[in-house]
């Protein structure tokens, strides 16, 4: 039998299933148009490969630049906006290299009495790196008491898969996503690392007694869940915490954490290698903690955001997943916090968006992934 005779069979079932997933998302963005009348607004441009946004408590904006720049946009009297021309001093050196760079900033919930803001980057260089996590007091000037409160280890090489999406927990300590690096897989699973984990600290970087893994032999004490292949997005509901992360070509997983549950990555996944190879068997195994939903072929979910806003009525309970390869935004209504059916929203925009975030006057805010980024903002379409 000929070379030909046995590779245009899987051609043609390729072609088919990139046309009934083409199919499947125009379905899917005709439902989200529907389902709100919306206007998107730009807010701010120009902004290198914005990462993160966070609110501060008097109306501004914080946005991280990967490059490693905070920036701060002012409301105007007006209710307008304005992005301050010069970064924030006093932020602290970052590893700016591939998917290294300045992550996720968040906001203290005390902000009004700290002045507490958190920032996660690369740190390190191309052949020894970390996450590391600070908090800082935000002043006038810029950044003040920049202290270091998390550092995983050990010192990795390369540039990617670092995670960096923070969220707090009910209980006030701070839970952090961390890649597995994209060197040794099964690092995920071994307990005397933090590659492939989320870890849990409290708010000066201490380890919370009720660690799953404190006082085990080898096992780093930070350590909140394991089987994670590069998280992209985390946040808070109510008790719940829910976390995505990017499968390799197929495979991006929606997960519940839980203390001390493994989710799988290598020995379990959806997903392929690049190459088209099987990186396991398995899509479950008993003992690993199967996602909520999965997203095959890959979306590449970036920011994540619960809302439960007043603006738009028809999306509350539901998760916004920002998209990278779909260029889209994701809703999944979270009915009992179980996924429901999803629609694709503001494919419209033919961009990558890096982050999702609801706003504190009920409009959903966006961010580019560019070199000229904007900062955009969802509101009805009937909006003043």
């Given at each position: 039998?000929?070379?030909?005779?046995?590779?245009?069979?899987?051609?043609?079932?390729?072609?088919?299933?990139?046309r009934?997933?083409?199919?499947?998302?125009?379905?899917?963005?005709?439902?989200?148009?529907?389902?709100?009348?919306?206007?998107?607004?730009?807010?701010?441009?120009?902004?290198?490969?914005p990462?993160?946004?966070?609110?501060?408590?008097?109306?501004?904006?914080?946005?991280?630049?990967?490059?490693?720049?905070?920036?701060v946009?002012?409301?105007?009297?007006?209710?307008?906006?304005?992005?301050?021309?010069?970064p924030?001093?006093g932020?602290?050196?970052?590893?700016?290299?591939?998917?290294?760079?300045?992550?996720?900033?968040?906001?203290?919930?005390?902000?009004?009495?700290?002045?507490?803001?958190?920032?996660?980057?690369?740190?390190?260089?191309?052949?020894?790196?970390?996450?590391?996590?600070?908090?800082a007091?935000?002043?006038?000037?810029?950044?003040?008491?920049?202290?270091p409160?998390?550092?995983?280890?050990?010192?990795?090489?390369?540039?990617?898969?670092?995670?960096?999406?923070?969220?707090?927990?009910?209980?006030?300590?701070?839970?952090?996503?961390?890649?597995?690096?994209n060197?040794?897989r099964?690092?995920?699973?071994?307990?005397?690392?933090?590659?492939?984990?989320?870890?849990?600290?409290?708010?000066?970087?201490?380890?919370?007694?009720?660690?799953?893994?404190?006082?085990?032999?080898?096992?780093?004490?930070?350590?909140?869940?394991?089987?994670?292949?590069?998280?992209?997005?985390?946040?808070?509901?109510?008790?719940?915490?829910?976390?995505?992360?990017?499968?390799?070509?197929?495979?991006?997983?929606?997960?519940?954490?839980?203390?001390?549950?493994?989710?799988?990555?290598?020995?379990?996944?959806?997903?392929?290698?690049?190459?088209?190879?099987?990186?396991?068997?398995?899509?479950?195994?008993?003992?690993?903690?199967?996602?909520?939903?999965?997203?095959?072929?890959?979306?590449?979910?970036?920011?994540?955001?619960?809302?439960?806003?007043?603006?738009?009525?028809?999306?509350?309970?539901?998760?916004?997943?920002?998209?990278?390869?779909?260029?889209?935004?994701?809703?999944?209504?979270?009915?009992g916090?179980?996924?429901?059916?999803?629609?694709?929203?503001?494919?419209?925009?033919?961009e990558?968006?890096?982050?999702?975030?609801?706003?504190?006057?009920?409009?959903?805010?966006?961010l580019?992934?560019?070199?000229?980024?904007?900062?955009?903002?969802?509101?009805?379409?009937?909006?003043?």
């Open positions: 039998m000929s070379f030909a005779n046995v590779w245009f069979p899987f051609l043609r079932v390729a072609q088919l299933r990139r009934v997933a083409a199919a499947v998302l125009g379905l899917l963005c005709a439902a989200g148009a529907a389902a709100a009348d919306y206007r998107i607004d730009t807010v701010a441009e120009g902004l290198e490969f990462w993160a946004l966070a609110f501060l408590p008097d109306g501004r904006l914080l946005v991280t630049e990967r490059p490693g720049r905070l920036r946009i002012e409301r105007e009297a007006d209710g307008g906006f304005a992005l301050r021309a010069a924030v001093a932020v602290p050196a970052v590893f700016a290299s591939g998917q290294a760079g300045l992550f996720d900033v968040l906001v203290d919930p005390a902000f009004a009495q700290t002045g507490r803001i958190y920032l996660s980057f690369a740190h390190g260089t191309a052949r020894a790196n970390h996450l590391r996590v600070v908090h007091r935000l002043g006038a000037s810029g950044l003040e008491t920049v202290t409160i998390l550092t995983t280890q050990p010192a990795k090489t390369h540039a990617q898969h670092f995670g960096g999406r923070m969220a707090w927990r009910a209980d006030g300590t701070l839970v952090v996503g961390m890649g597995d690096g060197l040794e099964t690092d995920a699973l071994r307990l005397h690392t933090h590659l492939g984990k989320h870890l849990r600290i409290d708010r000066d970087g201490g380890i919370p007694a009720d660690n799953p893994f404190v006082g085990r032999a080898g096992a780093r004490p930070e350590i909140f869940s394991i089987g994670h292949r590069n998280p992209q997005g985390l946040v808070r509901v109510g008790d719940a915490l829910y976390a995505h992360e990017h499968g390799a070509k197929g495979g991006d997983e929606l997960n519940r954490l839980a203390p001390g549950a493994n989710y799988g990555w290598p020995i379990t996944t959806d997903g392929v290698d690049y190459t088209g190879a099987r990186v396991t068997p398995y899509t479950r195994w008993p003992g690993v903690t199967a996602p909520l939903t999965h997203w095959t072929p890959s979306i590449a979910p970036a920011g994540m955001a619960f809302y439960d806003g007043a603006l738009f009525p028809a999306w509350r309970g539901s998760l916004f997943v920002a998209a990278l390869v779909e260029r889209s935004v994701r809703r999944v209504p979270m009915p916090g179980a996924p429901g059916p999803q629609e694709v929203l503001f494919a419209e925009l033919g990558r968006i890096r982050d999702v975030r609801s706003g504190p006057d009920g409009a959903l805010y966006l580019t992934d560019s070199a000229q980024g904007r900062v955009l903002r969802v509101v009805p379409a009937a909006a003043d």
